[in-house]
């Protein structure tokens, strides 16, 4: 551990404190826990015993506050409390339930810590402690950052285990059988003549009793669901094309809306005239809105295309015009008054760099869109004394407080119905389109307004992944990396989030170098220092954010080193990783690859390593040269989660991780031009083909300490294991995304 980064965490530690006004304070309120949000309107014999489980004579419904944005996490909630409360998921009602700060997410800070993912050292658990004590006092319920599970493993097995006993110590009342000699089986209590009692004919006797808290977990050993290849509850539904999702919702009277709104975002609108529009079939009304301008019309398709119609007048954009000045003012950002925190420094290494023949190598990444499937969208309905709003989103809290600023009401006015979403990758993390919905709903109070991007406007004004840039100079001796020096430049994500939440956030922003500054390397001289680019284009939340392009960085020159030494790049990770957990990642995937075979003719093989949300993933990636350009033949993945869930579904996150990210690396960005993003639509940002996609072979270890989530870590060693291949395929090294600028694909 360098003497800098030491520095560093001493002064986190007395912000941190400081911010809280004492941690003993802070330890103190994150103790009292939140009211239980499913005791307001309970009926007479129902019964809540937490958050989490409702019981009536009529049926269970479990909550399972995590959205559900295509990664199948209403299942994996739902099943945790199934397994303890003993009853299959398909026998109860699965609900995202209300925004609630009972529904807290205090896994947001383990990302919220400079401490190394396997750090368990007093000082790192007690920040981690006190970090997830504050996440908890604020309520900051959302999902992201592979958290769902991280949070949940053991809040909502504990939930179902109080649910169980409290219906058991029900059962015994009416029976006078003591509870030790009762069982559970699929949602019924078993008397030991072997007589059932349901425990929905439980619910007015459970009702009348205090929740059993002290209870134990099941021995893992004893699980039936977790751990084991499960169905999702949306696998039918998705299949069949009946699940609703937001943009599905329908009400009586509801009208349709869409909007354009400066695609220079953040500029005003200067002018529009919309006399064609208001002649247009099935045109309402046309309104403006913050920055741009909506039309209300009797469906979405003529909502569309009246917006469309309008002649607007937009103001300029505040950020560069063009892209070469948006590059430019990232290639200026190493300098020391942008630096915005030097996050590791180990060894010396300007004297390292001094003494030696240095290597030098620049990176970028590109500005990058979300672009799910389905383009954003709301219902708002005004009413006198509420606001309600349905939509699919990952901070309902947050929802509750952008409607309610833009409706003058208080946010416990607002209520939030939360929709299964088509896709997001960060998209639903942004509260523009919410917010407009609003806006065009309070000019027809009582009347429910559907708001619906065109896929056009959806690309225009989304925010997209930041652009980034890194440089580096290493030393290799005697077949080994010796130095290395990363410095990278970024805009600052949180920053951009939190400008439009209207909120600053203090201190440096990790997500600059997230996936670089932790790379699991013993590298006697190494620095990783993150610089602050000037906000340009507004970004946000990108899946994998941060170590999506410091990721692919500090992989990337790593393996350019490594190839310059002479080395085997697995031999040389596996010489210089400093953890056990990391270590057995690689060798497996060593093992799994058959790392050191014969390729034949015409074949490259490359690899990386990166650990992002705790988790560290190996991925191999063998290449061949077709008469047609390369193609991607193979992927080998590994991944320690600590605890794999379901191993169905961790492989298809893991697979569509790779996918998504090969796509990305090949074909995808956004560049701006008059201010403007010039890809409006898939054509302009394709994924990856059917054609194009490689055998993905998967393994989940359970080596780590802690449970993490695996939605985001397939992504960001893919395109360094893939520029990595090509260039053991071509002897070219790819430095920037999107490769196909580069070299031709399959």
Sequence with gaps: MGRLKTIGKRSFLIGSATVLGGVAFGTFMAARPHANPLKVGLGEGEAAFNPFVKLTSDGITLIVPHADIGQGVQSSQAALIAEELDIDVEQATLSFGEPNAAYYNTAFAEEGVPFMSFDDGSVAETMRGVMGGVVKLLGIQGTGGSTSMPDQYEKLRMAGAVARETIKAAASQRTGIPVAQLKTAKGEVVLPDGATIAYTDLAADAAEISAVTKVALRDPSTWVKVGKPMMRTDTFAKSTGTQIFGIDITFEGMVHASVRINPRKGGPIQSYSATEAETMRGVRAIVPVTNGVAVIADNTWRAIQAVNAIEVDWGEAPYPAEMDGHWKEVAASFVADRLDQEWRADGDVDAALADAETITIENRAPYVAHQPLEPL???????????????????????????????????????????????????????????????????????????????????????????????????????????????????????????????????????????????????????VRGYRVPELAPVSSWRSVGASHAGFFAENTLDELIRAAGADPMEERLRLVNHAVHRAVLEAVAEMSDWGKDLGPNRGRGLALVESFGVPTAEVIDVSMTDYGIKIDNVYVVADVGKVIDPINFENQVQGGVVWALGHAINSEITYSDGMAE????????????????????????????????????????????????????????????????????
């Design 377 to 527: 969208n709301a219902i708002v309905l005004v009413s006198d004394d509420s606001v309600e709003v349905w939509t699919g989103h990952q901070m309902p809290r947050f929802v509750q407080q952008q409607v309610a600023g833009v409706a003058g009401v208080d946010p416990e006015k607002v209520i939030f119905h939360n929709q299964f979403s088509g896709g997001s990758f960060g998209h639903r993390l942004e509260f523009e389109h919410i917010k407009q919905a609003t806006e065009v709903a309070m000019t027809i109070p009582g009347t429910p307004v559907k708001l619906t991007y065109s896929r056009e406007e959806d690309f225009l004004q989304d925010f997209p992944r930041q652009i980034a840039m890194s440089r580096a100079q290493g030393v290799v001796k005697n077949g080994q990396v010796t130095a290395l020096s990363l410095d990278i430049a970024s805009p600052s994500v949180i920053g951009s989030q939190g400008a439009r939440l209207g909120q600053s956030v203090p201190g440096p922003d990790m997500q600059i170098v997230a996936g670089a500054w932790n790379m699991p390397y013993d590298i006697p001289d190494l620095r």
């Design 679 to 746: 890809q409006t639509n898939y054509h302009a940002a394709e994924g990856m083909r059917i054609f194009q996609t490689p055998e993905i072979e998967v393994l989940g270890l359970e080596n780590a300490a802690k449970i993490r989530g695996i939605g985001e870590p397939p992504v960001p060693p893919a395109a360094a294991a893939l520029a990595s291949a090509i260039y053991d395929l071509t002897g070219v090294r790819l430095r920037e995304m999107p490769f196909n600028k580069f070299v031709d694909f399959v």
